[in-house]
């Protein structure tokens, strides 16, 4: 798959979902949400995951990146019955700006057996349904809170102090079944200073699998393993971000102001990437034996 910006000097970075439409839900003829026949702008799509959490990201596009080849035996899976949902990230440039962003996909021609799935380092493994993502800021674990009116729960990252120079967020996910890992990709913002993947064994030893020690924002790429690693159950991978709010950052746009987590380049994201599979699943065997 490919997701080509029409517009780069706007396009913060994007990307593209299956998704379901709410109750009541339909699309105009621009590709607008309307409930019971009215525009709605507020209302979320839900999730279109059809077996595992991480099976309806598509793809991503952030700058250096937008291009993913799978390996023959395996894919992303598009079901029937969804919608495509494009999650675009524009920075404001002070004058109106027009964008046509476009998605290409390629279809397998020999049977997949696993689909890829993506999720971040501290999320849970995908097969684990009600795990919370486990996330530490600065050596303390990051606190959750129920949503109002709803099962979901919300995290609470603290914000990046002023004049930080190396703060630390972590995230951690135990690894509770056998699974292939595939590539990683690092993204953060222009506090962004490094980020580090880590693979903890059964019995303790430790494997650095992927160090981007200089995390540059303006050139963010996809890494992909010269060989699958199989991890097995048991282990646990820790993604390590590092962030420097201080004046030593030549890209920091206020090093004396706080740091909030949200969608502009002056705010800062934590997403390491993965990209892996579930060994049990199998999709060239009948549908009945699948989990």
């Not at 959750?144 to 914000?159: C, D, K, Q, V």
């Not at 010269?226 to 206020?254: C, F, H, M, Q």
Request: aromatic residues 10%.
């Amino acid at each position: 798959m490919e997701l080509r910006p029409g517009n780069r000097a706007v396009v913060h970075h994007a990307g593209i979902y299956f998704v379901d439409l709410p109750p009541g839900g339909t699309l105009d003829t621009e590709g607008r949400l309307l409930i019971d026949g009215k525009a709605d702008t507020e209302r979320s799509l839900r999730s279109g995951e059809l077996t595992f959490a991480g099976s309806s990201k598509l793809l991503s596009f952030v700058p250096g990146r937008g291009l993913d080849r799978h390996r023959p035996d395996i894919g992303k899976r598009i079901p029937a019955g969804k919608y495509i949902n494009w999650q675009m990230h524009y920075n404001p440039t002070g004058r109106v700006e027009k964008d046509r962003t476009r998605l290409g996909i390629w279809f397998n021609k020999v049977p997949v057996k696993r689909e890829v799935l993506i999720r971040q380092a501290g999320d849970p493994l995908a097969t684990d349904k009600d795990a919370l993502s486990l996330y530490r800021a600065e050596g303390k674990e990051v606190e959750y809170s129920a949503e109002e009116g709803s099962t979901a729960r919300r995290r609470h990252t603290p914000n990046i102090p002023p004049y930080a120079a190396n703060w630390r967020l972590t995230g951690i996910t135990p690894v509770t079944e056998d699974i292939t890992f595939y590539a990683m990709s690092p993204h953060m913002h222009l506090r962004g200073k490094s980020l580090k993947w880590v693979v903890t064994c059964p019995d303790g030893r430790e494997q650095t699998i992927l160090n981007v020690p200089k995390f540059d924002f303006n050139w963010q790429i996809n890494y992909e393993l010269a060989e699958p690693l199989r991890i097995p159950a048991g282990s646990k991978i820790t993604g390590i971000g590092v962030y420097d709010n201080s004046l030593a950052n030549r890209w920091n746009p206020a090093p004396h102001l706080e740091v909030y987590w949200s969608e502009q380049s002056w705010d800062e994201m934590y997403q390491p990437f993965t990209e892996y599979a579930i060994d049990s699943q199998d999709l060239t065997k009948p549908r009945s034996t699948q989990q």
